[in-house]
């Protein structure tokens, strides 16, 4: 529509208002369907004499935080650039704004639009938000409805999940070195064993552990029986296990933290633990207690027999005590007095020395513990741990990429040996990550190198905000069209540009396009 509607006029002399939408739909709610929400919207412009010049869309989305919403974001910098050719925009409630938590941030958002001179109008509310006092009153209590809805629902979804665990049921995670994860239906009889990236595609199906391979089996009993009988460090069992070749269920070498979590893990002796961190209502990660651990016995035929068991957790209990902060800081101290210089080569080869990756847990990295305790690490260090943050950034990506393509009905598969993911055996994505450096002149730039996988038909390059801490955003694009080195700037013409997306969503819409190659 031109800016010529703009000066058409309703029946009643009435400038016609030009207005954007605003639409949002979580799965759990069917009634709240885009359609839905067009059609009223649709309804109330026709009433109000708007035109609806531009659509913003958030399909399947959380209303939880602003992070997962392109549509949203799309709007805000939009309206904050002045590219926006409307002055309202029209939402169906308060609710399909957003159901964050703290009701300050969907106000704030809600002010950034009327900073920038374009007003929010809900067509399903009962009230005008005209900035009036019973109408701000209103809608503070809308948002708070709307924030204690996500937390029932929340709650809702635990319990539900919790009363899965008892019934033995697998509730998402790794299977472990020596188990798998096998598929059954409704009615508890088996469809197959899932490997590593596979996932039930019924809502009816469920997932119970089994025995994995007899090798593996095999050395899960020699581990806890060696551990318990020789008193060797776990660091020595590592290394024994690496010299015979032996690889953990993630393909890798063995280390002290690995050889610690399957001494610690009651899957072995039959049991399953579940809740033992949470990242409820899309917060951060955190561990929980003890006792708000959920513990169900005898769901699995044990591997290891639990006396052995028990005797092993006692052992543990004498070699890894619970160490304060300030108790970790000062043995690393000390640990640099004797040895000159840290790493993690230097911390893991301390056989009675807490391992590296607890320091990671404990500081958020070495790199901040280094710097607690004075110590300037290496530049070289520096460069490696920051490569080694932004390589779980990709495992990330790719683990919510997986999620979301099974979500939409597709398969897809990770292969670690190539990097490649592939949906429904059709498409080959190449997923890169590049660091962000700034220029002397301030400006950003990324560089990656496009193509090192075998044949892939997409490439997508995860570009980093400067410092490497956040995702910017997502390259993608057809590999051929990007071939040897990228050297990326903030704008790279129209045609590049176009490829840039705030999530990997487009990409995920491939896989409705793409043919599933043969029947399950």
């Not at 043995?331 to 080569?345: H, I, V």
């Not at 080869?349 to 847990?361: S, V």
């Not at 498409?427 to 044949?455: L, M, T």
């Not at 990997?504 to 409705?512: C, D, R, W």
Request: charged share 25%.
């Amino acid at each position: 529509m031109d800016k010529a509607t703009s000066n058409r006029t309703t029946p009643e002399g009435r400038r016609r208002v030009r207005a954007a939408q605003y639409l949002r739909m979580s799965t759990e709610y069917q009634a709240y369907s885009i359609e839905n929400q067009r059609d009223a919207i649709r309804g109330y412009a026709h009433i109000m004499g708007y035109d609806i010049v531009a659509t913003y869309e958030d399909a399947g989305r959380s209303g939880l935080n602003l992070g997962g919403r392109p549509g949203l974001q799309q709007l805000l910098a939009d309206v904050e650039s002045g590219s926006a050719d409307f002055e309202t925009v029209v939402v169906y409630d308060v609710s399909r704004w957003g159901r964050f938590q703290n009701i300050d941030e969907s106000a704030a958002y809600e002010y950034r639009c009327q900073m920038a001179g374009v007003r929010i109008e809900f067509c399903a509310e009962q009230f005008a938000n005209d900035g009036s006092i019973g109408s701000d009153v209103l809608k503070a209590i809308k948002r708070s409805m709307a924030a204690e809805h996500s937390r029932m629902l929340s709650q809702k979804v635990f319990v539900g999940q919790a009363r899965l665990i008892r019934m033995g049921f697998r509730q998402g995670g790794k299977a472990g070195f020596g188990l798998r994860r096998l598929l059954v239906d409704q009615h508890g009889r088996p469809k197959g064993i899932l490997s590593s990236h596979e996932y039930k595609n019924l809502q009816t199906d469920r997932i119970v552990l089994v025995h994995g391979p007899p090798d593996e089996v095999a050395t899960v009993r020699w581990i806890f029986k060696h551990f318990v009988r020789t008193q060797k460090s776990q660091l020595e069992i590592a290394r024994t296990l690496n010299k015979r070749g032996v690889l953990t269920d993630l393909g890798r070498p063995w280390t002290r933290e690995s050889v610690h979590s399957l001494l610690t893990n009651e899957n072995y002796i039959g049991n399953s633990v579940w809740n033992r961190g949470s990242t409820k209502l899309k917060s951060h990660r955190f561990y929980n207690p003890p006792e708000q651990w959920l513990r169900v016995e005898n769901v699995l035929e044990p591997i290891v027999d639990r006396k052995l068991f028990r005797r092993a957790q006692a052992l543990l209990k004498t070699i890894h005590r619970h160490m304060s902060d300030q108790e970790m800081l000062d043995a690393l101290k000390a640990l640099l007095a004797r040895r000159g210089a840290l790493s993690t080569f230097i911390i893991e080869a301390e056989p009675d020395f807490p391992p590296a990756q607890r320091y990671w847990w404990r500081f958020g990295s070495l790199l901040k513990a280094y710097e607690l305790i004075g110590y300037k690490a290496p530049n070289n260090f520096r460069y490696f741990s920051v490569n080694r943050q932004l390589d779980t950034v990709r495992l990330q990506v790719i683990e919510d990429l997986l999620a979301a393509v099974e979500k939409r009905g597709a398969v897809a598969t990770h292969d670690v040996e190539t990097g490649l993911v592939r949906i429904n055996e059709e498409i080959a994505v190449a997923i890169a990550i590049a660091r962000c450096r700034v220029s002397h002149f301030g400006y950003p730039r990324w560089f990656s190198k496009a193509g090192q996988q075998p044949h892939p038909d997409i490439f997508v390059l995860i570009r980093m905000s400067p410092g490497d801490l956040t995702i910017r955003d997502y390259l993608i694009a057809p590999a051929r069209e990007i071939a040897g080195k990228v050297d990326l700037h903030a704008h790279n013409g129209a045609r590049l540009d176009s490829y840039v997306f705030p999530t990997f969503m487009p990409l995920v819409a491939l896989a409705e396009r793409a043919p599933i190659a043969s029947a399950t």
